[in-house]
């Protein structure tokens, strides 16, 4: 059973030597599946997602609110549509590198490709 292309949802600052527990654990995440060794393999790292969900932690609440009204050029902060918008895009380049690392502005440069 062969998978081509995978993408992969991870975070701005993703690092496994990073100090922080929850980039580190990403950063590893991100290794563990590159040495899977997909045809394709494409890796998201937005910033601060800016979704609506009934779970939302104090900060991450308060973040997001700060986010919708400071960040209407989508800078540090990304809605879950632009997000959606990048990966479609880079799912369907008839050309794609073995490892795509899309970082935070490209992802918002992609989604306004379609």
Wanted: proline letters at 2%; aromatic letters at 8%; one cysteine or more.
């Amino acid at each position: 059973n062969h998978c081509p292309e995978f993408h992969l949802l991870t975070s701005q600052g993703s690092n496994e030597n990073s100090w922080f527990s929850l980039l580190s654990t990403k950063g590893k995440v991100e290794n563990a599946v590159i040495a899977l060794s997909f045809d394709h393999l494409s890796i998201y790292r937005p910033g601060l997602l800016l979704c609506d969900h009934k779970d939302r932690k104090f900060f991450e609440s308060i973040f997001q609110s700060l986010a919708r009204y400071t960040d209407k050029s989508s800078s540090w902060s990304v809605t879950i549509d632009i997000l959606a918008r990048a990966m479609v895009n880079t799912s369907l380049k008839v050309e794609k590198d073995k490892l795509s690392i899309v970082e935070h502005d490209m992802i918002v440069t992609n989604a306004k490709l379609i």
